[in-house]
């Protein structure tokens, strides 16, 4: 929901502009398509969070249902900073759902079937009519 702390710290901020320095210079890449890697800590990828902050649209959405699907061992950071926390701060209709058993990528992976079918559940019953 909030991806500027990739620029929170000194040494964060060190640490997402020398992966992009590097990236830019050929030392590091991405990852192959379908590969598996590690939290964006360890890849190349911190510098396309630095601009990614949904949550300062959260207002803006006050009449559109909002649905929080959690996994709930989230490694990556931590989900009452993030998920739980702006949850609380939407107005509306809204729901978290936290999905058991599964880290980050879980939700792309083992439990995507589940995670895909409460989003689509969630679309039939609140925004289905939106979208004609």
């Not at 990852?31 to 911190?46: A, I, M, N, Q, S």
């Not at 649209?57 to 702006?86: M, Q, S, T, Y």
């Not at 880290?103 to 589940?114: C, F, I, L």
Request: overall charge negative; some cysteine.
């Amino acid at each position: 929901m909030d991806g500027r702390w990739v620029i929170s710290t000194p040494q964060m901020r060190s640490c997402t502009f020398g992966q992009d320095t590097a990236g830019t210079h050929g030392q590091i890449g991405y990852p192959k398509p379908g590969e598996e890697f590690g939290p964006p800590t360890r890849e190349p990828v911190l510098e396309k969070l630095m601009g990614y902050a949904p949550i300062g649209d959260l207002g803006r959405g006050e009449h559109v249902a909002k649905l929080f699907i959690i996994a709930e061992n989230e490694e990556l950071f931590d989900n009452r900073d993030h998920a739980i926390l702006k949850h609380h701060r939407a107005t509306g209709i809204k729901k978290p759902v936290t999905v058991k058993g599964i880290k980050h990528d879980g939700m792309h992976n083992e439990k995507r079937q589940e995670a895909q079918q409460l989003a689509l559940d969630w679309f039939d019953e609140h925004l289905k009519n939106w979208a004609l």
